[in-house]
C-alpha cells in the first residue's frame, strides 16, 4: 500500500519540493530529462516523502561539508590509514547523532535511510557503525533488561562491539561452533575457551583492531558435564584505555580483503577467559547460581533459532545495502549512456548508447528491480519493526513464533535474492560503460567489490535459500491435509490455493496482454506452487530409495528447492511491487511509469524461468516465449526516455555518488578529464625514471648458459 502521507504530499504543491529538490544543473543530460513522461521530484515525494528527503538531505550535506569526509582524488590509501579514516568517519557519526530517540521510535525506518545515506558514502564506516549498533547493540538491546547499563555505553561508544559467530573451520554450520563457555560454580564464572586453532574466531568486523567487546558466540557445558547447545556471551577483548588485548586473549587482523579494507576484520582465541555469570545472552536459556541449565524454552530446536535470531535483522540490513549499491551503479550507468555517444544511422550522426536495444535490455531491467527491491526493503523493514517490538516486550505468543519463523523465511531469501541482483548489476553497469566503467576513479569497481561479500556475510546464499525452502516445504502436510492456514504478514497465504493453481495456464494472446505485471505475476504462483510440488515429490522419491533424511535433502537442492527458494521470493517482491503500482491513490501522473517497471521486472525475473514454465505445462507453443521476451524489449524502450529522470529520483548527490562520469550534471568528459589532472602525481615522471633513462638492460645477461 502507498503511505497515505507520501501520497498527501506528491499531490500537494509543486513549489514546495523545489527548495527539498533543486534542479540539476543544465547540461548533456536536459535532453532526457525533458523527455520523461513524469516529474521527477513528485516521485521522489511519493516514494520517500517529505521527512525523509530532508532527512537525507540533512545527513548528505553534513558530510559534504566535513573535511574528515573530503574526496582526495588521485590520493591511495594505505590500508592502516583507511581503517584509521574509516574509524573517525565511524566517531563522527556518533557526534552528528543525526536521530534522536523520539524520532526513531516515530519512524524506525529512519535508522535504515541514515545508515544507507552513510554507506552510498563508503560502506565501511557504515558497516563498521552497524555492527557495532546493530549486530552487537541490537542483540544485547533485544536480549534482556540485564544489559540495559551496557546498551548505553554502546550507544555512546564508550565500548566498542564486534559480533563473533564465524570460526576458521566453521562458518555455515553453526552448529559445528567449537567455542566453549563451561560454568564454574564455584567463582559464578563461565569459562570461555578455544580448543585450537581451527575453532579461533575468524572474520569478525571491527575485532581485527578496535573493539572492545564481543557477543561470542559458544558451546554451552554446565558443571554436571551436560552440554547445552549454542548461546552467545558478552566478552571483553580489549582494554578501553590501551586497546591491548585482555590477558588469555590473542587477537588480530585477517589481512587484506577484495574489498571494505576500511573495516578491520578480525580473529580472536581465548584461553580460559573467565567472564562474569550475568554475561550470557539469556535469550533462550540461563544457568542458576547452583549450574542448573534453565529455559521457558523447552524444545532444542526452538532455542537453537531464538540463539540465532539476531542474523534476521541483519540479514534485512544487508538486503537494503544490495538494493542501495543497485541505486549508485545505475546512476552511473545510465547517466554515463545517455550521454556517451558511439556510431549512428549517418556517418556525421552518432547517438547515445542508451538508444541500442542491447544497452537497454541491459539496463533498464536493473532499474525496474531497483524500484521494485527499494519498495519491497522497506515493507521487509516494516515487517521486521513488528517482529523487533515483540521481542522487546517479551512476546511469547504464538504470533510471535509464527512472525519469527516467517521474517527468517524471507529475509534468508531476499538476502541472496538483492544480493546477486546487485552483483550481476555492478559487472554490467561496469561493462556498460566501456573502457570508463574500468577507470578506479568512476567507482564501479570499488561497488562490486564492496557489495561482492553480501552474497556470503549473515550467511553464504545457497546456505539460505535452503532454510526458505525447509519453510515452504514445511507447509505440504496442512496442503495435502487441505487444512487452513495462514502466516501473519501473508507471503505464504498463495498456497493456500495451491491445487487450483496448479491447473492454470498462461493465457495471454498478445504482447500488449503482457504489458502488465498481472500476467508475470500469475506465473510466478504457479511456479512456486509447481516447484513446491516438484520439490515435495522429488525428496519422497529420495527417501522411497533409501537415502537418508540428510543425503535425500542435498539431492533435492538443484532445479529444486533451490529454484523454489528463488521463485517464491522474487514471487513476494512482485506481489507486493504489483499492489503498490496498481493502488488507485497513486497520481495519475506517476501511475503509467510506475506500472510499466513493474510489469518490467515481473516479466524480466520470469524469463529466467522460461524452461520450467515449459517443462510444468503452464506455457506451451511458440508464442508464450515470444511474447514475454518481445514485451521486455517493448518495456525497455518504453521506459528509456524515463530512465535518466527514474534515476534523479534516488541518485545520491554527486560529491556522495563520487563518480565523474555519473554526475548530474551529464558533463562526461570534462568531468572525467578535470577528475584525472587533479590527481596530484597525473603529470609527473615516474620516480623510477633512472631505471629507464640510467640503468638499461644488458639484453640477454641473465640468459641460460646451459
Ligand atoms: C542509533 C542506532 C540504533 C540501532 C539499534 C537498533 C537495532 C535494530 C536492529 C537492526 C540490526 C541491524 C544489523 C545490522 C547488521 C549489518 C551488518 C552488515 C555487515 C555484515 C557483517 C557480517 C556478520 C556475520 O557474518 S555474522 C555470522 C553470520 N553467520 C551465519 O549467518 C551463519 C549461517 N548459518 C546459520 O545461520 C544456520 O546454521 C543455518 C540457518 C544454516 C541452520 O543450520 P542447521 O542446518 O544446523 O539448522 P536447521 O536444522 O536448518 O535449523 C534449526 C531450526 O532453527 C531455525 N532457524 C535457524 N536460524 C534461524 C533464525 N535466524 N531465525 C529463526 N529461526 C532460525 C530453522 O528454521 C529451523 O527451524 P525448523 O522450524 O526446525 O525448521
Ligand atoms: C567480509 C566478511 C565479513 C564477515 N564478518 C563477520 C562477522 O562480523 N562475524 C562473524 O561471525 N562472521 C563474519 N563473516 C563470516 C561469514 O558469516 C561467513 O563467511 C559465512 O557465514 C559463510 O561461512 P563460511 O565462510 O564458513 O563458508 P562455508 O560454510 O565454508 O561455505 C563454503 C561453500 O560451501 C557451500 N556450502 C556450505 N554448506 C553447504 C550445504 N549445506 N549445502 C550446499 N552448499 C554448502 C557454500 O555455499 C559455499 O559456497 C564475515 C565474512 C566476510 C567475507
Redesign the pocket.
Known amino acids: 500500500m502507498a503511505s497515505t502521507q507520501n501520497l498527501k504530499e506528491a499531490a500537494g504543491n509543486h513549489s514546495s519540493w523545489e527548495s527539498l529538490l533543486p534542479d540539476f544543473p543544465k547540461g548533456p543530460l536536459c535532453k532526457y530529462r525533458k523527455k520523461a513522461s513524469f516529474n521527477w521530484k513528485e516521485m521522489a515525494v511519493l516514494i520517500e516523502g517529505k521527512d525523509i528527503i530532508q532527512f537525507k538531505n540533512r545527513i548528505f550535506s553534513a558530510l559534504e561539508s566535513d573535511p574528515l569526509f573530503a574526496h582526495h582524488p588521485g590520493e591511495e590509501l594505505s590500508r592502516e590509514k583507511y581503517q584509521e579514516l574509516t574509524f573517525l568517519r565511524c566517531k563522527r557519526i556518533f557526534e552528528y547523532d543525526f536521530?534522536t530517540q523520539q524520532e526513531?521510535i516515530e519512524n524506525p525506518l529512519k535508522?535504515f535511510h541514515?545508515?544507507l545515506c552513510i554507506g552510498m558514502y563508503d560502506w565501511s564506516p557504515c558497516?563498521q557503525y552497524?555492527?557495532h549498533?546493530?549486530?552487537f547493540?541490537?542483540t544485547l538491546?533485544?536480549t534482556s533488561e540485564r544489559f540495559a547499563d551496557f546498551v548505553e555505553q554502546i550507544?555512546r561508544m564508550k565500548v566498542f562491539g564486534c559480533?563473533a559467530?564465524?570460526e576458521l573451520s566453521h562458518?555455515?554450520?553453526?552448529?559445528g561452533i567449537r567455542t566453549t563457555a563451561t560454568f564454574d560454580r564455584n567463582t559464578q564464572e563461565f569459562i570461555i575457551n578455544t580448543p585450537d586453532f581451527e575453532a579461533a574466531k575468524f572474520?569478525?568486523?571491527n575485532m581485527g583492531k578496535h573493539a572492545t567487546h564481543a557477543v561470542v558466540y559458544a558451546q554451552l557445558y554446565t558443571p554436571d558435564g551436560q552440554y547445552q547447545g549454542l548461546h552467545s556471551f558478552l566478552v571483553q577483548i580489549r582494554d578501553t584505555k590501551t586497546l591491548l588485548p585482555i590477558p588469555g586473549v590473542m587477537i588480530g587482523d585477517v589481512g587484506r580483503k577484495i574489498g571494505q579494507n576500511g573495516l578491520d576484520n578480525g580473529f580472536a582465541m581465548f584461553h580460559n577467559v573467565r567472564i562474569p555469570k550475568e554475561n550470557i545472552l539469556n535469550i533462550a536459556g540461563d544457568v542458576t547460581t547452583e549450574g542448573k541449565y534453565s529455559s521457558s524454552v523447552k524444545d532444542v530446536?526452538?532455542r537453537?533459532?531464538?540463539a540465532?535470531?539476531?542474523?534476521?535483522?541483519?540479514?534485512?540490513?544487508?538486503t537494503a545495502?544490495s538494493m542501495t549499491n543497485l541505486k549508485l551503479a545505475l546512476s552511473i550507468a545510465i547517466r554515463f549512456s545517455a550521454v556517451r555517444r558511439q556510431f549512428g544511422p549517418t556517418d556525421d550522426e552518432e547517438i547515445p548508447v542508451l538508444e541500442y536495444q542491447t544497452q537497454q535490455w541491459r539496463l533498464l531491467p536493473y532499474l525496474a528491480a531497483t524500484y521494485a527491491l527499494d519498495y519491497f526493503c522497506k515493507s521487509l523493514f516494516e515487517n521486521?519493526a513488528e517482529f523487533?517490538l515483540g521481542l522487546l516486550t517479551k512476546q511469547k505468543s504464538q504470533r510471535q513464533a509464527d512472525l519469527?519463523?516467517e521474517?527468517?523465511?524471507l529475509?534468508?531469501a531476499s538476502k541472496p535474492l538483492t544480493s546477486w541482483t546487485a552483483q550481476q548489476a555492478a559487472q554490467e553497469c561496469r561493462e556498460a560503460c566501456g573502457g570508463h566503467g574500468y577507470l578506479d576513479m568512476n567507482r564501479l569497481g570499488e561497488i562490486r567489490n564492496d557489495n561482492d561479500?553480501n552474497c556470503?556475510?549473515?550467511?553464504?546464499n545457497n546456505?539460505?535459500l535452503?532454510?526458505t525452502s525447509?519453510?515452504l516445504m514445511?507447509w505440504m502436510d496442512c496442503i495435502r491435509d487441505k487444512v487452513p492456514f495462514e502466516s501473519p504478514f501473508g507471503t505464504i497465504n498463495v498456497l493456500q490455493d495451491y491445487h487450483h493453481i496448479l491447473g492454470w495456464k498462461f493465457k495471454a494472446i498478445s504482447v500488449e496482454d503482457c504489458m502488465d505485471s498481472s500476467v508475470p505475476l500469475a506465473a510466478y504462483k504457479w511456479l512456486v506452487c509447481y516447484l513446491l510440488r516438484e520439490s515435495d515429490l522429488k525428496l519422497s522419491k529420495e527417501k522411497q530409495s533409501g537415502r537418508s533424511d540428510f543425503e535425500a535433502k542435498n539431492n533435492c537442492q538443484v532445479y529444486y528447492c533451490r529454484s523454489l527458494a528463488i521463485a517464491f521470493i522474487e514471487q513476494t517482491v512482485l506481489q507486493r511491487y504489483h499492489d503498490y503500482t496498481h493502488d488507485p491513490n497513486i497520481p495519475s501522473t506517476l501511475q503509467p511509469v510506475l506500472k510499466n517497471l513493474s510489469a518490467l521486472y515481473g516479466l524480466w525475473s520470469l524469463s529466467k524461468h522460461l524452461a520450467v514454465l515449459y517443462q510444468g505445462g503452464y506455457a506451451s507453443g511458440e508464442q508464450a516465449g515470444r511474447f514475454i521476451q518481445n514485451a521486455i524489449l517493448e518495456l525497455c524502450y518504453r521506459l528509456k526516455d524515463d530512465a535518466v529522470a527514474l534515476v534523479d529520483v534516488f541518485a545520491p548527490p554527486d560529491f556522495i555518488l563520487n563518480s565523474p562520469i555519473g554526475k548530474a550534471n551529464g558533463e562526461l568528459y570534462k568531468n572525467l578529464w578535470g577528475e584525472i589532472l587533479q590527481g596530484s602525481k597525473t603529470l609527473n615522471r615516474p620516480s623510477w625514471w633512472a631505471e629507464f633513462c640510467i640503468n638499461r638492460p644488458v639484453t640477454g645477461r641473465l640468459k641460460s648458459k646451459l
Open positions: 536521530l526513531i535508522i541514515m545508515v558497516i552497524m555492527l549498533c546493530g549486530s547493540g541490537g538491546l533485544s550507544y559480533f559467530l564465524t562458518g555455515s554450520n553453526t552448529k572474520w569478525v568486523g530446536k526452538e537453537f533459532s531464538a540465532l535470531g539476531s542474523l534476521s535483522s541483519g540479514r534485512i540490513a544487508i545495502v521486521l523487533y519469527g519463523r521474517i527468517h523465511a529475509s534468508a561479500p556470503t556475510y549473515e550467511g553464504d546456505v539460505l535452503q532454510q525447509n519453510y514445511s
